[in-house]
């Protein structure tokens, strides 16, 4: 008896990027809102195209990527990314997207998402992203 092998056809990374207790979705003409994502090219590290997508889409520098983990949804590996960014900091559109914003956590609903977005939603993100963030991002300064 032969098994064959499941094997993903393709790969992208998907940039939880938070500031306080909000996410970024970003949005195509036309389209629900995801978050920030981009295919894998082929021999390229998840953490070098997570940058360029990043920069590509929204004109955003980031020196804190943390992969929090590999989630297969239908058949694309989603390379899961984090970054915190710092209130005030300067967003500028590009490649297709036509309008971003931050929302809270408990604000997002699986009806406003694109598909990919909500079954990455449905994973329970905020849990993965909150029980990844520094120590000193999660403490409680009296």
Known sequence: MSVIKHRPAGAKVTIIC???DQVL???????KWKFPNGLLERGEAPTVAAARELW???SLHCSGL????????GNVLHHIFTTDFADGC???L????VACKWIG????????LKPTAAALLSRDL???VHRYEPAELTSNTN
Request: aromatic letters at 2%; glycine letters at 10%.
């Open 56 to 58: 590509k889409a929204l």
């Open 105 to 112: 956590w408990e604000d997002l609903s699986s009806t406003m």
């Open 18 to 20: 938070t500031r306080n």
């Open 25 to 31: 979705l970003v949005r195509r003409k036309g389209a």
């Open 90 to 92: 300067s967003v500028a």
């Open 94 to 97: 590009g490649r297709g997207i």
């Open 126 to 128: 905020s849990a993965l």
């Open 66 to 73: 943390h992969l929090v983990g590999i989630i297969e949804i």
